[in-house]
């Protein structure tokens, strides 16, 4: 008897391969069911305690969108979703796009508040999408595209004007100002202190927007304004060069149309004190015209 | 990009409910200006009188001082040039870089101080109604 193998498991050990191939899928099939029974019921247990918990989020989003006839007037639509500890508006967003409205169109990215694509007008104030809180925000949540600038679909917006700004005041170090070989391009503490609030500048466009006097003009703007002013105070920047700088930034369109408003610097989700250092490129322009000594 | 939406300035103005404290300076600021501006040439039209002799312009002045209404618009004329003043003075501060921190904080100390003056000058500018 107990040397008795029955004819089914010899052949399994032996690795009969007709056998083998019918028996692995049919395992993995167990497996995939189970784990799609569990988390059909994770999502049923989900959808339970939202219900039961009654939290969700009124979302108001601005809708447009120029190809379809319907959507050709701007409008509101209004979303529902569950609650959960920790969402963002963002988060919002893409839970009503993925089980709402898969048309429902804006912009995101890296979603720690470093790209700077999901810039939106929220509640009435330019904020980042996964930068804020939905349980910081009153109900019903009021997201649109940020002011001031044109609406190409739903929640994205026009940003060429912007970039065309920022472009304006070179925000870059030219070649000239590299030193030829291994020698290092040092900068002092001091320095790096003085510029550092204006290098995190992520190029999201809240400033712009919450400004009414780069509403619909010229004006460079509090974005590019910063960005030449991260420049030009920089130590290692030649003399030449920076005087160039000082030459666009102190043209009509420069920081002389600044209104101190402080708008731009109440928004700004990296906390950059922009009227600050627009004040100080005005007293910076008028020393270097000025020259009494 | 076929066609886009530029929602405008009427958009803009609906906003007024979120404007922070820099923006309503800068409102306040602009309004006054204007209101400035108009009454120097009122100013300037009763001056004017004048040319035609000393009667003229007495009774311009003291037909002008018998309406209440003249007196009440006084004391708002004082109100708009205090308020004007002081956030001048305010925005010298913001230029030289004194005080940004409390921008907030010298707007609403300028409309105290404001309201404070008005007050204060009612029964000057009310006195023989």
Redesign the interface.
Known sequence: MSTHVPESESESETGAPEQTEEQIPAAQQRRLAKKQERSDQREQRAESESETDEQTVHLKVFR?D??VESKSR?RFDDFHIPFKKGMTVLDALIYSRDHYDSSLTFRHSCRQAICGSDALFIN??QRLGCQTQVSDLDDPVRIEPL??Q???KDLVV?MEHFYEQMDAVDPYFRDEDVPSGLEEQNQTRENREKIKMSTRCIWCGACTSSC?IA?GGNYLGPAAINKAYRFAMDDRESDALQQERFETIEQENGVWRC?????C??VCPKDI?L??HI??L??EAVKSNLKFW | MSQSYDRGLVEDFGRWAEFSAGMWAWVFHKFTGWVLIGYLFTHIAVLSTAIEGPALYTNTLQGLEALAIVRFMEVGLLAVAVFHILNGIRLLFVDLGVGLDAQDKSFYASLVLTGAITVASVPTFLAGL
Do not use: I, L, M, W
């Open positions: 447009y120029p190809e701007p009435g104030a002011p001031h044109e609406v190409v026009d009414n509403a209104q101190t408003q402080f708008s610097t109440n004190p009227t600050e004040q100080e005005k007293r």
